[in-house]
């Protein structure tokens, strides 16, 4: 077993805006108008679908190393559904993703036979996709060859 990471995260809140330092790094948060907030920054659950998007191009780097895969370039569209009134107090609603769709766009020579098999490394050992899926949060994740016009 290998030395564990250990990640950190400070912040301030004032009002719907959140002013967060990890190491070197600022990051605001606020939420839209619409929810009480300013709209001067991005919303919190807006950011998990950017950390599952970041997440996954890392992985994808990686494993696309270690298997020898043609990896020119990846691009991506993450989706959530969330039904409000469950963060808003009805407890009769989950206040959380009821569904993520993970579109990735992959720009390779590579069949999609070895597209599948890439992708499926990322599922296996994504911190962030496992940590959505295994809380038991329905993630379609769809990759797919880059159509290049000639």
Known sequence: MGQKMKFKVTGIGDGMRSDSVAGKHKIALDEPVSMGGKDSAIDPLSTLLAALLGCENVMAQLI?????????????????????????????????????????????????ERINELQAAVDLRCPVFRTLKDAGIPIENRWEKTTVLV
Do not use: R
């Open 64 to 112: 696309a190393k270690e298997m020898d895969f043609d990896l020119q370039g990846i691009s991506f569209k993450v989706e959530g559904d969330l039904d409000p009134s469950g963060l808003m107090g009805n407890l009769d609603i989950k206040p959380y993703f009821e569904q993520v769709i993970v579109k990735a766009f992959i720009d390779t020579s590579e069949s999609q």
